[in-house]
């Protein structure tokens, strides 16, 4: 019997966490849940383990619920699940903020005639020891990609909102375009994957990058089912090429596309932003077997980048600020740290 009850995909944003979850959704025991984002938003706006008033936990369930429905932007009606979640609930005290988020997960994948809840927000990179403690048969399947993809997917990613993806809210495109720079970018990637790599020898963990799974999607995906106990079967990689900030979102093409591999090699990044981009990557991108280029000297608009850093970071700052939880965590994480 499958012993493994929740997977959580976790990795640098942009990463092919996506991808992952919506091969994995294709197997009939598995549900995907939408990017959640529980630990940081939700669980540590007080410690997770800490106990709810029971008002306090049917408003947690319900908000959880609406970010399930309605996706993480659009919470403002979360109240329309309050009768929901007292049922499920049922008049249960002192639960922490986990037990509720557990509770939500179990919930969902039983009503969708599912056995293994699938989590897939990047940022739970940073929690991989909370939920390996908490979910004792849960497996974290860590995604890995070239920094430089990464970067100019991020530099696009305010292009999402017409590409496809229509309920991203246009200020979350703004969001993304005064997020983006190379620096803070790469410093980013580097302390996502640093953290992620700290659990690579966890028999739990397992780390693929996503180049390796678009250029061999049946055999790594096989090596993936293995490790989660579950059956491969072949359609798991027929799956839409949706969520692509270069291209338009085409639902009726099937599989997994390779040319999105070493994209930042054919335009999109300057070079001093592929510079930049391994300057503060260089160590953990070889460690992960990518290869950097040689620049006899440094791009002259690196520079110009530098310069702008501090502008970019204060908006960034401020655009996020309903996000951040704790501003020291977020400060730590950003700075690689």
Not at 132 to 161: E, G
């Amino acid at each position: 019997m499958n012993e493994t009850k929740q997977i959580f995909i976790v990795g640098s944003s942009r990463s092919g966490t996506t991808m992952m979850g919506r091969i994995l959704d294709k197997h009939k025991d598995i549900f995907t849940f939408q990017e959640i984002h529980f630990f940081g938003w939700h669980a540590f706006k007080k410690n997770m383990y800490s106990t709810l008033e029971f008002s306090d936990a049917i408003i947690l369930l319900s908000r959880l619920f609406a970010i399930q429905e309605f996706g993480i932007f659009n919470q403002r009606d979360f109240e329309k699940f309050n009768e929901k979640s007292e049922k499920i609930l049922n008049g249960k005290n002192n639960l922490t903020l986990i037990e509720v988020y557990r509770i939500f997960l179990k919930f969902i994948t039983n009503e969708s005639k599912c056995k293994i809840s699938c989590e897939q927000t990047p940022k739970n990179v940073y929690y991989i020891q909370e939920i390996l403690d908490y979910f004792p048969n849960a497996k974290v399947i860590h995604m890995v990609r070239d920094a430089r993809d990464v970067i100019l997917s991020q530099k696009r990613k305010w292009r999402r909102r017409f590409l496809g993806a229509s309920r991203i809210p246009l200020r979350e495109a703004i969001r993304s375009y005064f997020n983006y720079h190379p620096i803070t970018t790469s410093k980013v990637w580097s302390s996502a994957v640093s953290h992620g790599n700290m659990f690579e020898d966890n028999p739990r963990v397992y780390k693929i990058r996503f180049e390796d799974i678009l250029q061999n999607p049946e055999d790594k995906m096989i090596e993936i089912c293995n490790f989660l106990g579950i059956e491969f079967n072949k359609e798991m990689v027929d799956i839409s090429n949706i969520g692509s900030s270069n291209s338009i979102d085409k639902d009726s093409e099937l599989g997994l596309d390779a040319s999105k591999i070493g994209k930042w090699k054919i335009g999109g990044l300057q070079q001093s932003e592929i510079y930049l981009s391994q300057v503060f990557t260089k160590e953990v991108m070889s460690k992960n077997g990518y290869t950097l280029i040689k620049f006899i000297i440094p791009p002259v608009f690196s520079i110009f980048h530098y310069i702008t850093l501090p502008i970019k970071g204060l908006c960034a700052i401020l655009l996020n600020i309903n996000r951040i939880v704790n501003l020291k965590e977020y400060l730590k994480n950003l700075l690689g740290k």
